[in-house]
């Protein structure tokens, strides 16, 4: 939680605060730029289709790897440099455009845009929410992150059980889960900011943990998103 001593005013601790998030944001929007960039060049490229195209494990053993970057990432983020830290932040961009490069296979690329662009604008909206409430968001946070327990538990089974219905009911609750997530963790994200604490290590750390948190909630959205206005060739 940020806070501010004797020898630093009220405003000169804001400003911090903002500049935190400007870096948070600076670093999300660089890893959903290597993202989608990735993402694009991997579909045009016949070589790596084919490599994808080999089977679904190909696309299990990268899903596997990103776990284990993002699971790296957040459990020993205190005992890495921060330049060990964005290095990771970033394989992982690159490793999510190279499993979401199937959607520019799939999904015509004016929908994809379209998409995008919701996802964007709710985004910012929902971020900026978050950024400049007075709630405290906590409860609304607890439930959701249960809430998304059951959200993955029931795509998993859906993944066996094929059931459309059960598919329209995980896309939409996806959504309204991660647009509630979006605000809840602008706020954490806010709070966690040491006033007193810039430039240093600790700081760029958590600047790139928040970056993270907030790059998987605007990921997700797009994903459930592009279920509903996604149009296949």
Not at 84 to 112: E, K, R
Request: hydrophobic share 55%.
């Amino acid at each position: 939680m940020d806070y501010f001593d004797g020898s630093m005013t009220r405003e000169q601790a804001q400003a911090e605060t903002q500049r935190f998030i400007v870096k948070v944001y600076g670093w999300m929007s660089l890893a959903l730029i290597i993202t989608g960039l990735v993402a694009m060049w991997v579909s045009s490229s016949e070589f790596c289709i084919r490599m994808l195209s080999l089977g679904k494990w190909v696309f299990i053993g990268l899903g596997i790897l990103e776990v284990v970057l993002v699971a790296f990432l957040a459990g020993w983020i205190e005992k890495m440099s921060s330049k060990v830290a964005a290095l990771v932040f970033i394989l992982y961009s690159i490793l999510n455009g190279i499993t979401f490069s199937v959607i520019f296979l799939i999904f015509t690329t004016d929908s994809i845009a379209t998409t995008f662009f919701v996802t964007a604008g709710t985004f910012a909206i929902m971020s900026i929410y978050g950024y400049f409430t007075q709630s405290d968001l906590t409860k609304i946070g607890n439930f959701l992150l249960m809430a998304l327990i059951g959200l993955i538990i029931a795509t998993v089974v859906n993944l066996f059980w094929f059931n459309e219905t059960l598919y329209w009911i995980t896309t939409y609750a996806g959504v309204i889960i991660f647009v509630g997530l979006v605000a809840y963790d602008t706020q954490k994200i806010k709070q966690m900011n040491i006033i007193g604490n810039e430039r240093t290590e600790e700081d760029k750390k958590e600047a790139i943990v928040g970056a993270l948190t907030l790059y998987l909630d605007f990921i997700n959205l797009f994903l459930y998103l592009l279920r509903i206005f996604g149009k296949r060739k």
